[in-house]
């Protein structure tokens, strides 16, 4: 049984690090968000505003590998 990470930012961080798998596989991305209670939510595919979370998601990717040097860490 996997453990539930119950932080909203180890949420946040596992539904990016999925993105990341994701793209390597060639799949569509996605736009995953939460609500005040921590409750998930799929953005509607091809809207504007799953496009607009979609590219702020890959320029914060972009840039934590350019921090850290490498895309694996």
Do not use: F, H
Not at 18 to 41: H, K, M, N, T, W
Not at 50 to 63: R, T, V, Y
């Amino acid at each position: 049984m996997r453990d539930q990470r119950s932080s909203i930012a180890a949420r946040i961080a596992d539904t990016i690090t999925g993105g990341v798998r994701r793209s390597r596989r060639g799949r569509e991305p996605r736009a995953l968000v939460y609500d005040a209670a921590g409750e998930p939510r799929i953005v509607r595919a091809g809207s504007e505003e799953q496009a607009s979370l979609i590219e702020a998601a890959e320029d914060l990717i972009d840039l934590a590998i350019e921090r850290d040097g490498s895309p694996e860490g």
